[in-house]
């Protein structure tokens, strides 16, 4: 109990400094740290999003920001912070399998699988990425439709489809 005491007057004193120095970015981490301690997870939120705005060029700041909404399930929010953790560190998988999972539950199932496609290249041994696919490809049942958009992202962005999905989309009628 008394740790919680500690921990509401250090946010006080963050948020005190903030209202003198808004964009202070050491305040707003320390700040977002300790809301994270107490599961305040509007507040972490609203500290990365601010960070996010300030520096967005950081990638310790977008990687938070967007672990915070994807954490908070506001996927179409945290889809552009991705999408950029994406571009800038394209050798970390998890950020395509986060990105993949955005899209997913948001019903974009052929960018979920090309995004899951592209962290299956750089992580092969990879079973959360690996699962995704199987539970995206069940869950769709590849329709035609899906199917074929999936195969078209996947060539636009210079990944080839791996054999046994290449078979079941080739005995698919074109769409």
Not at 87 to 108: H, I, K, M, T, V
Request: proline fraction near 4%; hydrophobic fraction near 45%.
């Amino acid at each position: 109990m008394r740790r919680m005491g500690n921990l509401r007057a250090a946010i006080g004193a963050y948020e005190h400094a903030l209202d003198i120095a808004p964009d202070d970015k050491t305040t707003l981490v320390n700040l977002a740290r300790v809301a994270e301690l107490t599961e305040d997870w509007e507040r972490v939120q609203r500290c990365y999003s601010r960070l996010y705005a300030l520096d967005g060029d950081n990638m310790e700041f977008a990687g938070a920001y967007a672990a915070t909404l994807y954490g908070l399930g506001d996927y179409a929010e945290a889809i552009p912070v991705y999408q950029k953790l994406v571009a800038a560190e394209a050798e970390r998988p998890a950020n395509d399998y986060r990105l993949g999972f955005c899209y997913f539950s948001l019903g974009r199932w052929p960018e979920a699988i090309a995004t899951w496609e592209v962290g299956r290249r750089l992580s092969p041994e990879n079973p959360t990425i690996n699962l995704g696919l199987v539970a995206e490809r069940g869950f769709t049942t590849l329709n035609d439709a899906l199917a074929h958009a999936a195969a078209e992202r996947c060539a636009s962005l210079g990944i080839a489809v791996d054999a046994d999905l290449q078979a079941q989309l080739d005995a698919l009628p074109a769409t």
